[in-house]
């Protein structure tokens, strides 16, 4: 079963951050936070992941709460190639490598 | 540096008979994980292998099964295809560790008649 909840799509504007919130309140100490994205069933992108520091990279950011039962993916200035859908996954066994169970992530639909 | 490789990319089948499908990781990573997409179900994990031995397993039947060859290339097989088992297949490679990135190929789109 999936650890994560998201709301199933977003719309956002060209060129204005878009802001994608996850949901993982049973997460235990040792699991990660990952981020993927698909567009049209080609198979899925890394984006970013996160332990319980917030993360940058060259594509986004990820927030991680306090208490670790939450965290957003921003993408600071979207772009019509960012609409795909987007999974936030818990990395489940992190200690003997894991597998991602991925939930029915958010359907991000960029308009210009 | 080349990205994951599955073949073939499309193959149709009918009930009944068995598939084998291959998936060649980014070179020096030594785990590589399988999953089954389907448009009910979503992305699901099948297993994964690390040195060629299955290190996790997802919630599958029996017909499922893989392995991993010693150039960490891995293969997995259907036996007795049902209708259901049409899906988009796709493999991840890893370098293994707790943290590391799971990098995805194109998939395998199965189609079972």
């Known amino acids: 079963d999936a650890k994560t909840t998201q709301p199933p799509s977003m719309d956002c504007a060209e060129g204005r951050a878009a802001n994608l919130p996850c949901n993982h309140s049973?997460?235990?100490?040792?699991?990660?936070v990952y981020w993927y994205r698909q567009i049209h069933s080609q198979g899925p992108q890394y984006i970013i992941h996160?332990?319980?520091n917030n993360e940058t990279n060259e594509m986004a950011s990820l927030i991680i709460t306090e208490d670790r039962k939450s965290s957003t993916l921003i993408l600071p200035h979207a772009t019509l190639r960012d609409t795909a859908v987007y999974y936030c996954i818990v990395r489940v066994g992190a200690n003997q490598g894991g597998k991602l169970i991925f939930g029915q992530g958010t359907e991000l639909s960029v308009k210009p | 540096k080349a990205g994951v490789t599955q073949t073939p990319r499309y193959l149709i089948k009918t009930r009944g008979q068995q598939v084998t499908l291959s998936c060649s990781p980014i070179?020096?990573?030594?785990?590589v994980s399988w999953y089954q997409q389907t448009p009910g179900q979503g992305l699901q994990f099948l297993f994964e292998?690390?040195?060629?031995?299955?290190?996790n397993k997802g919630n599958f039947p029996g017909r499922f099964s893989g392995r991993q060859f010693s150039n960490s290339r891995s293969e997995m097989n259907v036996s007795t295809l049902e209708l259901g088992d049409s899906a988009l297949y796709l493999c991840a490679s890893s370098l293994g560790g707790a943290s590391d990135e799971q990098f995805f190929g194109p998939g395998t789109r199965l189609t079972v008649l």
């Open positions: 070179s020096g990573h030594r785990s």
């Open positions: 049973t997460i235990s100490g040792n699991e990660y």
């Open positions: 292998y690390f040195s060629e031995t299955q290190r």
């Open positions: 996160g332990l319980k």
